[in-house]
T-cell receptor, first 113, second 115 residues
Framework: AQKVTQAQTEISVVEKEDVTLDCVYE???????LFWYKQPPSGELVFLIR??????QNEISGRYSWNFQKSTSSFNFTITASQVVDSAVYFC??????????FGTGTRLQVFP | GAVVSQHPSRVICKSGTSVKIECRSL??????MFWYRQFPKQSLMLMAT?????????EQGVEKDKFLINHASLTLSTLTVTSAHPEDSSFYIC???????????FGPGTRLTVL
């Protein structure tokens, strides 16, 4: 069975703080993809990153960075110097051989000025 | 980038009526489209997968006679909620992808409220 766990239901930070959103996944597939999406209050899903299971390199994109560790089945997301506009629900998702996206329960991030 | 639209963005209807939601891929051919449902403060749950020209494959627990899905062309899929009831009130999101890509492109969602 495939499963994505986002243990943090809600996180609150003050602007300029760094924040890490955790994601732990389970799959028996050897080839799979991991994703992060942002869902602002408008509801539209915003794609942030896709990582395949053979690429364990960490990635940085501006204030965003991702840490993929197969040994711990984790794909954590860090926002550096958070801003109010980062306030949203963030979903981690997994796609294995079935081609279906399995979403975690999401982490609601609130960044206060 | 690939753009997916949904119409309407918001709909309010009376209990017992049917509602049709359209999902269109605007600048690419979508061989596969997915329909998700998201209840307030919950995650997205896949309802069904549809391939162009084929019958949709529904996830366990999703009533295929209640949620009719049609994917008649490479750019359009429709979800019809038949005889809607208040418990069907939810945020419905579609996504689309091409045959060769793993990435799904999401529509902006449709908020359905059944009174």
């Amino acid at each position: 069975a495939q499963k994505v766990t986002q243990a943090q239901t809600e996180i609150s930070v003050v602007e300029k703080e760094d924040v890490t959103l955790d994601c732990v996944y389970e799959t028996r597939d050897t080839t799979y993809y991991l994703f992060w999406y942002k869902q602002p209050p408008s509801g539209e899903l915003v794609f942030l990153i896709r990582r395949n299971s053979f690429d364990e390199q960490n990635e940085i994109s501006g204030r965003y960075s991702w840490n993929f560790q197969k040994s711990t089945s984790s794909f954590n997301f860090t926002i550096t110097a958070s801003q109010v506009v980062d306030s949203a629900v963030y979903f981690c998702a997994l796609m294995g051989n079935t081609d279906k996206l399995i979403f975690g329960t999401g982490t609601r991030l609130q960044v206060f000025p | 980038g690939a753009v997916v639209s949904q119409h309407p963005s918001r709909v309010i209807c009376k209990s017992g009526t049917s509602v049709k939601i359209e999902c269109r891929s605007l600048d690419f051919q979508a061989t596969t489209m997915f329909w998700y449902r998201q209840f307030p403060k919950q995650s997205l749950m896949l309802m069904a997968t549809s391939n162009e020209g084929s019958k949709a494959t529904y996830e366990q627990g999703v009533e295929k006679d209640k949620f009719l899905i049609n994917h008649a062309s490479l750019t359009l899929s429709t979800l019809t909620v038949t005889s809607a009831h208040p418990e069907d009130s939810s945020f419905y999101i579609c996504s689309a992808r091409t045959r060769t890509r793993t990435q799904q492109y999401f529509g902006p969602g449709t908020r359905l409220t059944v009174l």
